[in-house]
């Protein structure tokens, strides 16, 4: 089994990388691991490779960067062969307003890495898959991208646009047996999530998101939301008309704009 996954040095890539590492220990394994944190990726790396016995490749870099992720695409080919599943988890939030002009750049930073991290992490691999005639390319969404959230204009958008992205690459991929999963969590608990000073409802554990993560990977499912009950919250979203949606949202809480420093 070989398996490929950005934004691997916290969060919801560390777990995911545990996860595969713990289902398939001592299986002829190897995970490779892309995040920007060098010193994250050792240590995740070593924890790997001694606790459950795989090969662990790491390679520190930014999604953003296209050429860097297509060089790491065809080491890892040529290394261990074609990924047989690849996940573009590297995400970022931050509060972000259109009235402030010092926002713009967060706006371009959260689209640059939501969405165009995911095209540049898929890109490298499709050949390969393709000569293989099989694989699975997963993407994480949210569910900020069913409805506009206030004082999130720039985070729901850059995972609408994935959600619909995801679906759009799920089609293209179909006629070469090659699956596209949308992944869309509710709250998780991650650093991403630890700012947040609002109510998160049905707040999950990274561990147990990653579990049920992995396991409609292994299912082949086309669009999943985790938990569940956010599932039916986002079914719920989508039926809301936009009178009631504008009144409900008007007062609603917002993500600090300058939770992030990574821009």
């Given at each position: 089994m070989k398996v490929f996954i950005t934004g691997a040095s916290s969060g919801i890539g560390e777990a995911l990388a545990?996860?595969?590492?713990k289902r398939f220990q001592n299986k002829d394994t190897t995970i490779g691991l892309v995040a920007r944190r060098s010193e994250h990726l050792q240590k995740l790396q070593s924890k790997l490779q001694e606790t459950y016995k795989i090969k662990c490749a790491i390679y520190?870099?930014?999604?953003?960067?296209?050429?860097?992720?297509a060089?790491?695409?065809?080491?890892?080919?040529?290394?261990?062969?074609?990924?047989?599943?690849?996940?573009?988890?590297?995400?970022?939030?931050?509060?972000?307003?259109?009235?402030?002009?010092?926002?713009?750049?967060?706006?371009?930073?959260?689209?640059?890495?939501?969405?165009?991290?995911?095209v540049h992490t898929f890109q490298p691999f499709?050949?390969?898959?393709?000569?293989?005639?099989?694989?699975?390319?997963?993407g994480v969404a949210s569910v900020a991208g069913i409805r506009g959230l206030p004082g999130a204009g720039a985070y729901s958008a850059s995972k609408a646009a994935a959600i619909s992205y995801l679906e759009s690459l799920r089609v293209e991929m179909a006629q070469h047996?090659?699956?596209?999963?949308?992944?869309?969590p509710g709250y998780i608990r991650t650093p991403m999530t630890d700012v947040n000073q609002y109510k998160m409802p049905f707040l999950m554990d990274p561990n147990v998101f990653a579990h049920k993560f992995a396991s409609a990977v292994e299912n082949k499912r086309r669009f999943c939301v985790i938990p569940w009950q956010m599932g039916w919250v986002a079914?719920?979203?989508?039926?809301?008309p936009p009178f009631l949606w504008d009144f409900a949202m008007k007062k609603a809480p917002h993500k600090k704009r300058l939770d992030w420093d990574w821009l």
């Open positions: 545990t996860e595969y590492a520190p870099l930014d999604v953003r960067n296209h050429q860097a992720l060089t790491t695409a065809a080491d890892f080919i040529q290394q261990y062969g074609t990924p047989d599943i690849v996940i573009a988890c590297a995400g970022v939030s931050r509060g972000t307003l259109t009235e402030h002009v010092e926002d713009i750049a967060a706006f371009q930073a959260i689209m640059d890495i939501n969405v165009m991290g995911l499709i050949a390969a898959m393709r000569q293989a005639g099989q694989g699975q390319l997963v047996n090659i699956a596209v999963t949308t992944i869309a079914r719920l979203m989508r039926l809301i």
